[in-house]
């Protein structure tokens, strides 16, 4: 069974503060590891998709990294539009996807 | 805008009763997940239509069903309703049966109180 851990839970950085997420997963044939945002009272918008170790991916003040066992979300200079939950999720042997509980983030101004 | 629909955006219901949450997928997406997100769980993996057919089941309970229809409209039909099934439902579509990208098209949710 595919399963994926997201740490922390929670996390509250001030404007400009960098910082990571973790995604760490448990997968048989990884066939690709995504992340989304969502939004509060909104559904996931999906921001990447990284298909093998030493991959990176872009967009902003984002930068995704992938591991055999983990990947990472690089926050740089957050600004408070970046407040949001990160979801990471993996798609194994199967079409769907499994994805971790989240990471709140808060950035204040 | 994602391009998907779903309505109702909030349903309050008793316990037992039944409900059927609807969901229109992007146009041109043959495929419609269902999801549910509760506080305590995440988002988990109900079911998946590819074309009106089932390809893939997940977590999904016996009291709880699902179809597509010709149109590529799906519903998620849920009967005998306990507290716990207060939760937020998603409907997420995308083009291929697989999403090789990972790139799926969520809607706004279903939020489902059981009182």
């Known amino acids: 069974e595919d399963q994926v851990t997201q740490s922390p839970e929670a996390l509250r950085l001030q404007e400009g503060e960098s910082s990571s997420l973790n995604c760490s997963y448990t997968?048989?044939?990884?066939?690709?590891l995504f992340w989304y945002r969502q939004d509060p009272g909104k559904g996931p918008e999906f921001l990447f998709t990284?298909?093998?170790a030493g991959e990176e991916k872009e967009k902003e003040r984002l930068k995704a990294t992938l591991t055999k066992k983990e990947s990472f979300l690089h926050i740089t200079a957050p600004k408070p539009e970046d407040s949001a939950t990160y979801l990471c999720?993996?798609?194994?042997?199967?079409?769907?996807?499994?994805f971790g509980k989240g990471t709140m983030l808060l950035v204040s101004p | 805008d994602s391009g998907v629909t779903q309505t109702p955006k909030h349903l309050i219901t008793a316990t037992g009763q039944r409900v059927t949450l609807r969901c229109s997928p992007r146009?041109?997406?043959?495929?419609v997940y269902w999801y549910q997100q509760s506080l305590d769980q995440g988002l988990q993996f109900l079911i998946q239509?590819?074309?009106?057919?089932?390809?893939a089941k997940g977590n999904i309970l016996e009291r709880f069903s699902a179809q597509q229809f010709p149109d590529l409209h799906s519903e998620l039909n849920l009967s005998s309703l306990e507290l716990g099934d207060s939760a937020l439902y998603f409907c997420?579509?995308?083009?291929?049966?697989?999403?090789?990208?990972?790139?799926?098209?969520f809607g706004e949710g279903s939020r489902l109180t059981v009182l």
């Open positions: 997420a579509s995308s083009v291929a049966l697989a999403a090789n990208t990972g790139e799926l098209f």
């Open positions: 997968v048989s044939g990884l066939r690709g």
């Open positions: 990284l298909y093998s």
């Open positions: 999720a993996v798609r194994g042997g199967y079409s769907t996807l499994t």
């Open positions: 146009s041109g997406d043959l495929s």
């Open positions: 239509y590819y074309n009106g057919e089932e390809r």
